[in-house]
């Protein structure tokens, strides 16, 4: 049976005023660089919902009672977290290997969200996730390869750091559904490639937002014209979702343990497979209704029995660096699974 240890650190919850002020500092970003966010694009939509939020709490605009802004804040929020790490990115030497990245943002199709649906066929949508992972590495990596998102498919991974003097190639894959042959098949590719790479560890890395029970943790049901969605409230209320998913991954994992260590079976690199998913509550705390957006890293070890200290401490630095804004993360470390 596989062992969940789930550790938890309060962020600070957003501040719309600031995500605003964000935005305005991305487009910036992008307009120096030759990018012009596209007219009724889903990017331009994002922008929109944070005007639209605050026109709602300083009293502008009404919304019906049947009013439901959680797909949209969601969305909004995503961006917000993405612009987030790209800004910290853009103060680093590394920045020019993400400008071709940067360059999607120009589409008129593209949806960044990386926590609500978006279209499997979407492949910028998938590019910015490796984008999400790039931003996050550059924080703490020795050295980093992010592969330009529009080359042929070549011999590294997604991203590839340098961390304490090893490798690490990364391969970044969105899960759509959560049928078992999508997951299985997207865990295959991702170790073909890291084993085609000159690492010596690798990770594939989920993004599982296909699995993640928004409308529990961001409940529908309006108590109120200034609280139309529920609020949690205490920790535990929450957090128990969060550890009921975190059980369903380890056994979501361990179900397909024979397949994958099938496909393991002679992996140079010794892959470990992790999840990643971000979600937003609505929390009172002290007597003040706080809209706390998290992300979350979901680590299987599906290789060893014994993770090492050394891949322990890489897997803390990704955990910390990717969390929502940089401020908030937990943690799950899922034991090895049977051979």
Sequence with gaps: MNEVKAVFVRGEGLRFTDAQSKLECFEALLSSHGVTIARGSPLEDAFLTIAEYLALQRGEIKASPASDFRDRWLR?????????????????????????????????????SQNAPTDRTDQDNHKLFELLVGASCDRFCDALLLENPRGKETKTPDVTVTFDNQRWGIACKVLHSTQDATYRDRVAEGIRQIDRADVDRGIVLLNAKALVPNGELLPFKRTSESEPYEVFETDEAWTSILVRLQKELADYTHRLSFDLNNSLRGSRAEPLVAHYFQFMVLQRVSGEVRQSPFATLVVSDV?????????????????????????????????????
Excluded: N, Y
């Design 76 to 112: 909004m929020l995503s961006l917000v977290d993405l612009v987030s790490k790209i800004l910290g990115a853009s103060e680093r030497s590394r920045f020019a290997q993400f400008i071709p990245h940067l360059k999607l943002f120009g589409s008129a199709s593209v949806d960044p």
């Design 303 to 339: 290789v060893t029995e014994a993770v090492g200290k050394d891949v322990d401490r890489f897997l803390a630095c990704l955990a910390t660096s990717i969390g929502w804004g940089q401020s908030s993360v937990m943690t799950t470390f899922v034991a090895g699974l049977p051979r």
